[in-house]
């Protein structure tokens, strides 16, 4: 895989596809629902997907594409040769909603080992990349690694639900978690508080249910500032599934699960 190029291709063919999105401001945008009433989907999403798709398959026909809308319509059961993990908006709601606090994200992995991730916040104009051993940028400054700090001093970016009667995890414990620690926030896209965190702005960042584009392009990025990132159990994150996910600073990531985190058995239906 030559890194070199398929970096420089993939900072043009993001920019491109910021333009389009951010042409799109000005027009009247589609909203259908997916799975729920909550779930949303905009014509913004599928298109920014599809031309994505094209982009690649353009740079190279044997690279497979896993992206939230499946516009690839390729069956993506393993992580073999390259394979481009693509999120056209990640935070839709907020594009909808606020026409902010949504970004672009790329991750490209070889052979389950990701080399490239990208994160573009394309409001902000803050473009995140990481190359595998080689760092992380925003706007091609080099990101600090992290420095350590105690859990009582830190930032969490959590959802609210978790802390009245959630289904899938001990409320009271993680009311516990929100008092001990300095503050918490929620942003409502995945990939800008993944960014926090590796940036520092944040100190960590939970979510029940992440799928693999949620988190692909994060995972290459924070790597390279020592950020640290598992399921709620303390696993490495998988590709293929959709699971718990907790990005931290390396110094309280394990003090978050071990001592918050209780997940309750989810019933079966
Ligand atoms: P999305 O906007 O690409 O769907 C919202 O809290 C964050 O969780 C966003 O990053 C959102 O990504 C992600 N997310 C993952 N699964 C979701 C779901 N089923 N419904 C809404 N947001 C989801
Ligand atoms: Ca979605
Ligand atoms: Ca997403
Ligand atoms: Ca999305």
Redesign the pocket.
């Known amino acids: 895989m030559d890194i070199i190029s398929i970096h420089n291709y993939t900072m043009d063919i993001i920019q491109e596809a910021a333009e389009r999105i951010r042409k799109s401001f000005s027009q009247k945008v589609e909203i259908e629902t997916?799975?729920?009433a909550?779930?949303?989907?905009t014509n913004i999403?599928k298109e920014t997907e599809m031309f994505l798709i094209e982009k690649i398959k353009q740079y190279d026909t044997n690279h497979r594409i896993l992206g939230?809308e499946g516009m690839s319509h390729e069956n993506i059961s393993n992580l073999d040769g390259v394979v481009w993990i693509v999120?056209p908006?990640?935070?839709?709601?907020?594009?909808i909603r606020q026409q902010r606090n949504?970004t672009i994200s790329i991750g490209i992995y070889e052979n389950g080992v990701g080399k490239l991730g990208y994160i573009y916040d394309i409001v902000r104009d803050e473009l995140f990349y990481g190359i595998e051993g080689q760092g992380a940028y925003i706007n091609n400054v080099r990101m600090n690694r992290l420095e350590k700090l105690p859990l009582n001093e830190a930032l969490i970016g959590i959802?609210a639900s978790w802390a009245v009667k959630n289904k899938r995890i001990n409320s009271e414990r993680v009311g516990e978690l929100i008092r001990y620690v300095r503050g918490t926030r929620?942003?409502?896209?995945?990939?800008?508080?993944c960014m926090l965190v590796a940036t520092g702005k944040l100190d960590a960042y939970m979510?029940m249910?992440?799928?693999p584009?949620?988190i692909a392009a994060a995972a290459v990025i924070a790597k390279e500032v020592g950020a640290e990132f598992t399921t709620l159990k303390g696993e490495p994150i998988n590709l293929l599934h959709?699971d718990t996910f907790i990005i931290a600073n390396a110094s309280i990531r394990q003090e978050i699960i071990e001592q918050y985190v209780e997940l309750l058995p989810v019933e079966i239906k």
């Open positions: 997916k799975a729920d909550n779930d949303l989907v999403d939230e999120d908006i990640d935070g839709t709601t907020n594009f949504f959802n929620s942003y409502g896209s995945a990939t800008i508080e979510s249910r992440l799928s584009w949620d959709q």
